[in-house]
């Protein structure tokens, strides 16, 4: 091979690679926006009272979880001008939320809770979508360019088990609906902004404890207790740009972790956690900011309905109450 050969190769080469990355972050960024901005900017839309402390949940699927309806009914005794909406969305995380931050900090909430947790920061397989099923392959000695591809520009840029184009539609389809669950605890649909991608049934109202979590959902406990440190690194700093643009903006912003069963935090490595830990303690280091930590005070306790979820049974309630505390303390301490 001569050398203009060698150098076409390797323009042509790069060229592939340019190319397909630009592909994935141009897919990433649509259905990103298709499936969760289009309902962010019509509550964004609205203006909000002025004369109301508004105070804004965000997080995923852990965080819209919280019944808001008691929230509302507990948080008007203390602060009878506050208003608490749930911006929580499925499969959130800070490396999305940061995308859509500008139309939130455009309302000026007074208050922004932020509920993170072990799940934002696991590699998280998208087994239940058969466009990603894993392709099985004789082992080589060789690097595996499909494995490597798919780890860094796949993974990263897909929310966990969705179909871009079914998760779209179904999503809007309900939006537009307006569908929402009716059971022993009502869930204000004027204060949950964004509904589920699906009705709720009976399994969601159950409550687990550890051991059945690992007897029923075992997949998905190992599948979240496995940190990658890439997904961690992203997020932690998708996460510092949101604090900062926030706090420049004179909004307050509290960080909460989200509870997390015995069943997952056994399986996390020492390793995994210490990194974790040290992430978060850098955050908070740098960035000023307060964290209440909520992620082992329900661990050993029957209230989940899955591996990652408090049950919205009334089993659940005490992990609404942890949420109405941090808002007490928070708008009566000024």
């Known amino acids: 091979m001569n050398h203009t050969t060698l150098i076409l190769s390797l323009i042509v080469i790069f060229l592939i690679i340019s190319s ?4 994935y972050q141009t897919v990433d960024s649509y259905e990103y926006l298709f499936t969760i901005k ?4 019509s509550f964004y839309s609205n203006t909000l009272d002025e004369s ?22 507990e948080v008007s005794k ?13 499969a959130d995380k800070p490396d999305r939320r940061i995308k859509t931050i500008s139309p939130l ?7 922004v809770l932020y509920g993170i947790g072990y799940p934002d920061f696991a590699f998280q397989h998208l087994y239940d979508n058969p466009f990603f099923q894993p392709i099985e392959k004789p082992d ?19 929310p966990n088990n969705i179909n871009p184009k079914y998760f779209s539609l179904n999503l809007i389809k309900n939006f537009i609906e307006g569908k929402e669950a009716t059971q022993e605890f009502t869930h204000d649909p004027t204060y949950r902004v964004f509904k589920e991608d699906k009705d709720f049934d009976e399994e969601d109202y159950l409550a687990y404890n550890n051991e059945e979590l690992l007897k029923k959902f075992l997949p998905m406990v190992t599948e979240n207790s496995k940190i990658d440190s890439y997904i961690l690194e992203k997020n932690i700093h998708a996460l510092k740009k949101i604090i900062e643009q926030l706090e420049n903006n004179s909004i307050k912003v509290i960080l909460f972790s989200t509870p997390t069963p015995n069943a997952i935090l ?14 978060i303690e850098e955050l908070l280091e740098e960035k000023k900011v307060n964290m209440y930590f909520l992620h082992e005070k329900f661990s050993d306790m029957t209230v989940w309905s899955d591996p990652v979820h408090i049950t919205l049974g009334k089993e659940g309630l005490p992990y609404t109450k942890e949420i109405i505390k941090i808002i007490k303390n928070e708008v009566t301490q000024n």
Do not use: H
């Open 266 to 279: 056994e399986k996390i490595s020492i390793s995994d956690k210490d990194i974790v830990k040290i992430s």
């Open 78 to 90: 203390f602060c009878s001008d506050c208003e608490v909406y749930n911006l929580a969305t499925a």
């Open 140 to 158: 080589s000695i060789l690097p595996d360019p499909e494995s490597i591809f798919r780890k860094t520009f796949i993974t990263p840029n897909f």
């Open 105 to 111: 900090i455009e309302l000026k909430p007074d208050l």
């Open 38 to 41: 289009e309902l962010e900017l």
């Open 52 to 73: 109301k402390t508004s105070i804004f949940l965000i997080g995923n699927s852990q965080v819209w979880r919280v019944n808001m309806t008691y929230i509302n009914q």
């Open 20 to 23: 397909t990355v630009l592909l």
